[in-house]
Structure formats: C-alpha cells, structure tokens
C-alpha cells in the first residue's frame, strides 16, 4: 500500500526526517556527521490535540525517548557492567508517498523555532576530529 496523505491523532506529529549530506565542520572539528538526523526537522501534520505546533513550523526534537542501548554480542561485560554503552536511536518512520518521516508526540518536541537565519556550512573534504555523539539512525 503506497499512502499518500495521513491525519495523526490526538498529540501525535508527523516531521521531516532531513538529514545532513555531508560532514559539517566547526573550526576545524566534524561536529556533524554525514547520514545523522538533524536535529531541527519541519512539521508536515499534527492530530487534533496539538497545541501551539502547525504545520510548517520548524521544530527541534528531543531524541532522548528512542534512545536504545547497545552492547557487544555475546559480551559477559557488557551484561554486567554497563560502563560504556553504544546509543542508538529507534525513531518512529512512516513511509508517505515513499518518503520517509517521522512520527513523533508532541512531548517530543522541545520548542518551535520562530525566526531564524540561514547559516553556511562548511563541508569536510578531509579527516577530523568527530565531535557529534549522535549516530545513524537504524531503522
């Protein structure tokens, strides 16, 4: 089934799911990795029970609720100690009209974003310090 259009119910929100292309770099360190989800996505629906939140705002979400721990297979450390655990992040996806969106709750949203300035980015062509502790998102 190819759905072309939905309406989220009560407190859900239908975003973007942008992410970046390419390495950013910020004085000289990648602090934003290619293929990680950005954190400022547009809103494309919201259920009947939204407020203050329309459709075309800009919105930075808070991913801290699809949060996923992960640990090496097999790893008797990792069952009992958890010192260092890998973070992942299992979003809620919805394929529209074969595009890939989110399908978030309105508490996952930390605020809207009222006026904004474009900012540039610079790309990274060569190897740097990675600052960004986000990774891909899996689906």
């Known amino acids: 089934m190819i759905i072309k259009k939905i309406k989220p119910l009560f407190t859900s929100v239908v975003t973007t799911m942008d992410k970046y292309e390419d390495d950013v770099m910020t004085s000289g360190l990648v602090t934003k990795t290619a ?70 709750q309105d508490r996952d949203i930390d605020f809207v974003i009222e006026e904004w300035e474009e900012e540039e980015e610079t790309k990274s062509d060569s190897p740097g310090i990675i600052t960004d502790v986000k990774p891909p998102i899996l689906s």
């Open 35 to 104: 293929g990680t989800m950005k954190e400022y996505q547009t809103v494309m629906a919201v259920g009947s029970s939204v407020r203050d939140i329309k459709v075309g705002d800009i919105v930075c979400i808070n991913p801290s609720r699809y949060a996923v721990k992960k640990y090496e297979d097999n790893s008797i450390k990792g069952d009992v100690i958890s010192t260092n655990p890998v973070m992942s992040y299992k979003f809620p996806i919805i394929e529209i009209d074969k595009e890939e969106y989110l399908l978030l």
